[in-house]
Structures are given as structure tokens and as C-alpha cells.
């Protein structure tokens, strides 16, 4: 066995923690959630769910993995030998995710390398509604199986800019998150002042900002608050626990935990900041949603080219934009995909470079799937059923395993174990991982079940019934027996001389 890579200092590990944490969602679904659910509202609701839920369940992760060294696999094994099946669940989503996450991000770099056609479409919103489509011959519907070419080749450039980030796992990463940590957060300020200083810039920051209370009484609230915090943080997708098996035994993980949230949380709302400004500017308020993909590649284009008279400047803006989005992009695909090489290689005992080239080889075929005409249409129903169902389920088990099954004192004494000014508090800690986060997330499970089979009749997005059931349910099914065959294979291995390592809590 190779020696187990770790951060080079504590810097480092929240750079890249903070780097997975923010991604593509924070650019876009956040602000559109706010304008969705009253401003300050949802960002008082947001807080509050990050406290009560999304710090602790950060916590835990990261404080498992640093005490057995290993993966999800493994660190859900050693936490209960039956609960391995929910780390090779947790493994299995996050493989289907970057399967399709990066066709996005290569979606970003297409419109970043023809950023330039914005120069000639000054005011002309239609047009720069259209470029996406024209560009990526998407038909938004199960039909077409045609690659386009220089989809094709962006798809390409994204895998390779994955592996070449993660190749050598937390040493190249380490390298690599010192410049797309803070890229983002510089383009995102030069976009920031640019919307602010743009004439109804406040009429946008007013809404953002100004709570209305009055949708506290919205139920959905609460649930898109809860599901934005449980989504952006890269908990229960295998990936806190790679980069906490890396972290060394000085690390002091309550502190970090709670410094990696609020960072997450503060480039979101700047991410508010730019996008309120920006509409509030050009006159489109009422064009703000909470789709990402409508925001990145129908709306925002549309204000690009409204952000000024010169042609050239708007293109200026449109690439700093796209630039920006890919720095967020890039962080979060390469973590997954260290997530889950790490928990493999751990689990088999093989090199985890030969296991990072093997899972981007396998991906990046699969995600040929994404490039096609019917691309979006396959992303957007896989994308529900990974997040809206399994990632989810896997919360909610992952809650049980460790708090129900496990001492959480020993998890919180983990926690705790290098800190001086600030120690969490057990009745937070414990009663967020047994009860309140459970709950919250159940809730988000029944309320996504209510309208998927209450409102909508059991059918998603008005695509075909057996095309939910390909890319959906049967994709789901597969995540969570993943667990099962995996140990067929490990018993078979067994026969040959394969011995499994005891993963023990030692006090």
C-alpha cells in the first residue's frame, strides 16, 4: 500500500473543502431560491438550517474519516460492518453525478470560448437567448443522438482539466485549489461592482436583502432552505470523507467545519449580489428563476448583452462570467471524482492514481450520453433522481448508521479533539445527527415524493414514462444494490487471498 496522501496544512484542506462545497449551485440556484422565497427571508431560513444541520453533519464526515484514514466505504464500515452498503451508496450517486456534472461543466466552457459572439448582439436578447441551443443542438427532449463536435471536444478539455487536478489526489489538489478557490470570488467582485454601479442595481439588492415574511408560512420554503444547505455543502456524496482521511491529527475539524460552511454560504450570497444587481440593471427582475441551467445559459446571456451600448465590453463581460463559472465548476467535479477513487482505492487496496484514471476513462464514456442532442434531457431527469431521491435516502441513513448505531460522544470527542477556544457542544452535535437532521431531511423526501406523485401524477419533466424509469429509477435502484454486488466481488476475491482491513474506532 502507497503512503497515504495529506494536506500539506490546514489552509489547504479548507481551500479544498471550500472549493467542493461551492459550486455551479451557488452561482445559480441560490439567488434564484431568494428570489423565489422573499429576499432575507430565505436567507434567514438558509442560516438557520446550516446551523441546526448542515455544520454538524459537516462535521461528522469530516472527523469519521480523519479517524480511520479512509473513505466512505470503508469509514461506514468501520463505523457498523452492515452500514458499509451506504458508503458504496453514497460512492455509487456521486460516480452518476460527475457522469453528468461534467458535461456541464463543459457546457460552461463552450459558452466561455464563444463569449465573443455576444460583441454582435448588443440588445438583441432573443438571440443571446438562443446561443446555447445553438451551440450545443440540444433539443431539450429525448430525441436526437447526434455529438456535436465542439460539444464533444469540451467535454474532452473538462475531463482532462478533472484528472489533471486530481491526478496525484490531495497534492495536486492542494496545488490546484490555491488559484480556484479565489478566482471565483475575484471575478465574482468585478461582476459585483459592475451590477451596483449599474442604474436599478438597488431595486434588485432591495429584493435580495429585504425580508418578506409573510412566506415563512410557504412550506417550501423551509424545504428548498433545508434541501440548499444539504445540497451545497458535498455532504453524503463521499467526498468530506477523501478529504478528511487526508487531514493530519493536529486538525482541528470544529473550527474548520464551521469556517468551510460560512465560507460556502458567504460566496453564495455574493453570488446573490451579482446576479440582483446585474437584473435589477438590465431590467429583468422578473426573468430570475431557480433553474440553473435556465439562469447560465437563457437568462444571464440575455443581460449580458443589455449590460451596456459597446459590444465588445458586454463580451468582456459574458467571458469574465463563463470564466468565473467554470472556476466554480472545476473545484466540485474534480472533488467527486476524488471521492469516489479514494473510497475504491481504500477499499480494494489498489493505487489510487490507477483508480482516479480508471473512474475518468469509465465517466467520461458515460458521459458521452449528456453530449447528445438529448443530452439535457437525460441530465435533467438523472440529476433528479440522484439528488431529489438518492442523495436523500442516503442522508437519512447515514443519520441513523452513525447516531443510532454508534456513540456520537466518541464522534464528537473526535470532533473536539484539538480545540481550545470553541468546543461543540454534545446537545447541538447529537441532537442535530440523531433527530433534527433525519427528520428535516424525511420531510424533504415526503415533501419530493408528494409532488412528484401528488402533483405530477408519478411522471417527471413530461418525458417519456419509460425514459424516468432508464435514467431514473433504475439508476436509483442501482446506487443502493451497488452495496450487494460489491460484496459478491469481495467474497470472490476472498477465495484468492484478498483480506479485507479491520476498521476499528480505537480510543
Known amino acids: 500500500m502507497e503512503k497515504r496522501g495529506q494536506w500539506g496544512s490546514r489552509f489547504t484542506f479548507i481551500l479544498a473543502a471550500v472549493g467542493s462545497a461551492v459550486g455551479l449551485g451557488n452561482a445559480w440556484r441560490f439567488p434564484g431560491l431568494a428570489a423565489k422565497h422573499g429576499g432575507g427571508t430565505f436567507l434567514l431560513v438558509y442560516l438557520i438550517a446550516m446551523v441546526v444541520m448542515g455544520i454538524p453533519l459537516l462535521m461528522m464526515e469530516i472527523s469519521i474519516s480523519r479517524?480511520?484514514?479512509?473513505?466512505a466505504i470503508e469509514s461506514m464500515r468501520g463505523i457498523n460492518k452492515k452500514a458499509e452498503f451506504i458508503g458504496w451508496a453514497a460512492t455509487s450517486n456521486a460516480f452518476v453525478i460527475v457522469c453528468y456534472?461534467?458535461?456541464v461543466f463543459a457546457w460552461v466552457i463552450l459558452m466561455f470560448v464563444n463569449s465573443w459572439q455576444f460583441a454582435g448582439m448588443t440588445g438583441d436578447s432573443e438571440k443571446a437567448a438562443g446561443l446555447f441551443f445553438e451551440l450545443s443542438k440540444t433539443t431539450g427532449a429525448i430525441e436526437g443522438t447526434d455529438i456535436p463536435g465542439e460539444v464533444l471536444l469540451c467535454t474532452l478539455v473538462a475531463w482532462g482539466l478533472i484528472f489533471y487536478c486530481i491526478r496525484n489526489g490531495a497534492s495536486s489538489v492542494s496545488k490546484v485549489v490555491k488559484f480556484t478557490v479565489f478566482a471565483p470570488v475575484i471575478l465574482l467582485l468585478i461582476m459585483a461592482v459592475k451590477g451596483c454601479t449599474m442604474s436599478g442595481a438597488m431595486d434588485g439588492l432591495k429584493i435580495f436583502f429585504i425580508p418578506d415574511f409573510s412566506a415563512l408560512a410557504d412550506p417550501s420554503l423551509w424545504v428548498d432552505a433545508v434541501g440548499q444547505v444539504f445540497y451545497s455543502?458535498?455532504?453524503m456524496m463521499a467526498i468530506m470523507f477523501a478529504y478528511g482521511s487526508y487531514l493530519g491529527d493536529d486538525a482541528n475539524v470544529a473550527m474548520d467545519a464551521i469556517i468551510i460552511a460560512f465560507s460556502d454560504m458567504a460566496i453564495s450570497v455574493l453570488s446573490g449580489v451579482v446576479m440582483f444587481s446585474t437584473m435589477g440593471g438590465t431590467g429583468m427582475l422578473d426573468k430570475v428563476t431557480a433553474s440553473g441551467i435556465a439562469t447560465a445559459f437563457i437568462v444571464y446571456p440575455q443581460a449580458i448583452v443589455n449590460l451596456t451600448d459597446i459590444g465588445w465590453l458586454n463580451a468582456v463581460f459574458g467571458a469574465i462570467f463563463y470564466l468565473m463559472l467554470i472556476t466554480l465548476a472545476i473545484d466540485s467535479a474534480f472533488s467527486i471524482v476524488e471521492g469516489v477513487s479514494a473510497a475504491v482505492a481504500d477499499k480494494f487496496h489498489l493505487k489510487p492514481k490507477s483508480v482516479t484514471i480508471a473512474v475518468c476513462a469509465i465517466c467520461g464514456?458515460?458521459?458521452l450520453i449528456f453530449t447528445t442532442q438529448a443530452g439535457l434531457a437525460w441530465l435533467d431527469i438523472v440529476d433528479?433522481?440522484?439528488?431529489?431521491?438518492?442523495?436523500?435516502?442516503?442522508g437519512i441513513l447515514e443519520c441513523i448508521a452513525i447516531g443510532w448505531t454508534f456513540s456520537l460522544k466518541k464522534v464528537l470527542a473526535e470532533v473536539n479533539r484539538n480545540t481550545k477556544k470553541f468546543k461543540t457542544p454534545y446537545w447541538w452535535f447529537a441532537?442535530?445527527?440523531k433527530f433534527v437532521s433525519p427528520?428535516?431531511?424525511?420531510?424533504?423526501?415526503?415533501w419530493n415524493m408528494i409532488v412528484l406523485f401528488g402533483q405530477n401524477g408519478g411522471s417527471y419533466g413530461g418525458y417519456p414514462i419509460w425514459a424516468q424509469v432508464a435514467a431514473g429509477w433504475i439508476v436509483s435502484a442501482l446506487v443502493f444494490v451497488s452495496g450487494f454486488f460489491a460484496r459478491l466481488i469481495i467474497n470472490e476475491k476472498k477465495k484468492k487471498g484478498f483480506v479485507e482491513d479491520e476498521v476499528v474506532w480505537k480510543n
Open 67 to 71: 479517524k480511520f484514514r479512509k473513505g
Open 101 to 103: 456534472y461534467a458535461v
Open 233 to 235: 455543502l458535498s455532504i
Open 365 to 367: 464514456l458515460i458521459s
Open 384 to 394: 433528479n433522481w440522484t439528488n431529489q431521491i438518492n442523495l436523500i435516502l442516503i
Open 431 to 433: 441532537y442535530s445527527i
Open 439 to 446: 427528520v428535516l431531511l424525511t420531510a424533504l423526501f415526503v
